[in-house]
């Protein structure tokens, strides 16, 4: 069976959040059980850079407002990929849907129905020498490919290639005005609420919940919440009267990754028989970003984009308790300036407890992660969350909110759950500073307790969450 893959991350070359590491590992994981995959992505710089032994597939002219597009084809770290090189389009260096001060590009509508329409040119054999069975979408970026490809099936009465569109947040629709419409090149009819419409406007997402055969979400729990009002973000009776066709597929972790025994970028490789790595992980931590050493009280951590979504005010108000019992905050993030200041106030106010580092960062995300004790991740929604996961490979204890994925995925440390040997971290339920702040004391009393703390870590660390059983569901779904 073949598969392509429409999106526009893909770690290591271009990644804003988790979408690029699922995007990154689960084409290989399919490959494994049999799948030939390809990916198909914008021609963003990272990926023109990157493609190697590349040929040109198809060259186009004005299209979407780019006078040449060419489609490559090459691959991307041992991949197969199309990239679509249209340089008025894509050749902007940093964040792929924004300028440097954080605007959305005003054009976006085109530059991903361009992703979109070649994803169903591609079903439509543009490339003869491999026409996909199955053309697998991520996020409202891939909205339109379900719709496009729908638009060339009723136009030549041939049938193409089945759709499945993942949605790995809900929250992010591709919202447009009405008027971007016409330049979208499709048939007046699926502007209407049995199409692409959304009050009004027009809605990529959408497109692809309406046309997909098949519509997933990276967690079971997610795809339940979302098809209920507070968390559907207007799209949950659609996705109610498609529940027959949506399925919540957990992701997985990719241990060539993120694995403490493999990881180069950190201080000292450990395993779960012999955790001696992590204590100088721990040092090289604090060493690093200033703060005290000490190793009696609990280092905080957290690895997230700064957004309302990841609830991380409750961090901000908990700060000076976790200051106060002796304990230290290390946080990495970028996005909402407020956000950002509140952190910076706190690491001024008190520089060997709490230690903020703005902006993106690969290797200190990962030294973070090995070198921490807590992860914070009491997000107000979590579709699937992967830092969590990351954190129990470490041994650093997921301290979450049950909610989407984290609910799915982490076990708390009850005394019941202690006592049966399934705790793998520490669960909140209602989103308020009380409960965050009983779920944290928690996390000092138990880290006091040497031996359990230890063997809770290594309850935590032997979980897998590798890709094989998400990829097996998958297949199973293409299959169907
Ligand atoms: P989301 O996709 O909603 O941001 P996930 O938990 O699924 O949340 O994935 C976040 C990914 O982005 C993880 O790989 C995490 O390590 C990474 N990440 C988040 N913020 C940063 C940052 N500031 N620097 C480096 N990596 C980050
Ligand atoms: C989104 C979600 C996150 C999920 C990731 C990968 O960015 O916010 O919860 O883990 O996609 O699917």
């Known amino acids: 069976m073949k598969v392509l893959h429409v999106c526009s991350e893909v ?16 084409p290989q994981a399919l490959d494994k059980f049999g799948i030939a995959n390809r990916l198909l992505v914008p021609g963003f710089p990272a990926f023109i850079e990157s493609l190697e032994n590349k040929i040109i597939v198809k060259e186009i002219t ?15 770290n041992g991949v197969e ?5 249209a340089p008025e389009l894509y050749n902007r260096i940093g964040n792929p849907y924004a300028d440097k001060d954080g605007i959305a590009y005003s054009d976006n509508y085109l530059r991903f129905a361009l992703l979109s329409w070649v994803a169903a040119q591609l079903a439509a054999s543009l490339d003869q020498e491999w026409v996909p069975d199955v053309v697998h979408g991520h996020d409202w970026h891939a909205g339109l490919t379900p719709l496009y490809i729908r638009s060339i099936e009723e136009y030549t009465g041939i049938k193409l290639a089945k759709t499945i569109l993942t949605v790995h947040n809900l929250a992010y629709q591709g919202v447009f005005p009405d008027y971007v419409y016409n330049e979208l090149e499709l048939a007046q009819k699926y502007f209407s609420v049995d199409g692409l419409e959304f009050y009004g406007q027009v809605s990529f ?68 028989k012999s955790l001696e790595g992590k204590s100088e992980c721990r040092k090289a931590l604090q060493s690093h970003t200033g703060l005290e050493e000490q190793d009696d009280k609990p280092i905080f ?122 705790a793998t971290g520490f669960v909140f339920d209602a989103f308020n500073i ?8 928690r996390a000092f009393a138990l880290y006091s307790r040497k031996t359990e703390w230890n063997r809770f870590q290594k ?10 059983v998400a990829a097996k569901t998958y297949i199973d779904i293409y299959k169907s």
């Open 11 to 26: 770690f290591p070359f271009l990644k804003t959040g988790g979408l690029a590491d699922v995007t990154g590992a689960l």
């Open 62 to 76: 004005n299209k979407f407002g780019a006078s040449s597009v060419r489609v490559l084809f090459g691959t991307l």
């Open 81 to 85: 990929a199309y990239v679509i090189e």
């Open 205 to 272: 997402l959408k497109a692809g919940l309406y046309f997909a055969d098949k519509i997933t979400t990276v967690s079971p729990s997610y795809a339940i919440e979302i098809q209920g009002k507070e968390q559907g973000c207007g799209l949950d009776g659609l996705l109610l009267s498609r529940a027959h066709d949506l399925y919540g597929v957990l992701n997985g972790v990719d241990p060539d990754v993120w694995s403490p025994a493999n990881d180069t970028t950190i201080a000292k490789n450990y395993e779960i």
């Open 301 to 422: 951590v957290v690895v997230s984009r700064l957004t309302e979504q990841k609830g991380l005010h409750l961090v901000v108000e908990a700060a000076r308790d976790i200051v106060g019992k002796g304990g230290q905050l290390a946080i990495l993030g970028s996005g909402e300036k407020e956000i950002e200041e509140a952190f910076t106030e706190l690491a001024t106010e008190f520089p060997q407890s709490i230690a903020v580092q703005l902006g993106y960062d690969e290797n200190h995300a990962h030294r973070l992660i090995a070198g921490g004790d807590v992860i914070l991740v009491p997000s107000r929604f979590e579709p699937c969350g992967l830092t969590q996961l990351y954190g129990m490979a470490y041994g650093t204890l997921p301290l979450v909110r049950k909610v989407g994925g984290l609910k799915d995925t982490v076990t708390d440390s009850s005394l019941e759950n202690l006592d049966d040997g399934i």
């Open 434 to 441: 009380d409960e965050f702040k009983s779920a944290m004391r």
């Open 459 to 468: 309850i935590a660390m032997a979980k897998d969450f590798g890709w094989d």
